[in-house]
């Protein structure tokens, strides 16, 4: 069975940093481009970034670009989002995504590229 499952959310000041991972079970991350979602209350679904699986190039939306990072640990099986200089409008449940489809040849947009998505992660920016 196919799961990916978010980790590493939690409470953080304005300015500080999180990281956050998705741990693959029943599927090997490396084979496949990860794309990270976020979805803040009352508000849609919005894609946040991705990372292919040919040479780690990264992509992202203009809201976090230069503050979000997207690594990979293959030995582990886990992709992380590194998120720094933390907003309030950051404050959201984070997924991760991964489709057979999906590339990632640039930043994602819209939700139907994907087949198996993550429970989420609370990230939660406050002082």
């Known amino acids: 069975q196919v799961q990916l499952v978010e980790s590493g959310g939690g409470l953080v000041q304005p300015g500080g940093s999180l990281r956050i991972s998705c741990a693959g079970s029943g599927v090997a991350l490396p084979d496949y481009a990860v794309a990270w979602f976020r979805q803040a209350p009352g508000n849609e679904r919005e894609a946040v970034g991705c990372v292919n699986k040919a040479n780690s190039r990264t992509y992202f939306v203009d809201s976090v670009r230069g503050r979000f990072t997207v690594t990979r640990d293959n030995a582990r099986n886990l992709v992380y989002l590194n998120m720094f200089r933390l907003k309030p409008e950051d404050t959201a449940l984070y997924y991760c995504?991964?489709?057979?489809?999906?590339?990632?040849?640039?930043?994602?947009?819209?939700?139907?590229?994907?087949?198996?998505w993550g429970q989420g992660t609370r990230v939660t920016v406050s002082s």
């Open positions: 995504a991964i489709g057979e489809q999906f590339t990632c040849s640039g930043a994602p947009s819209g939700l139907t590229a994907y087949d198996k």
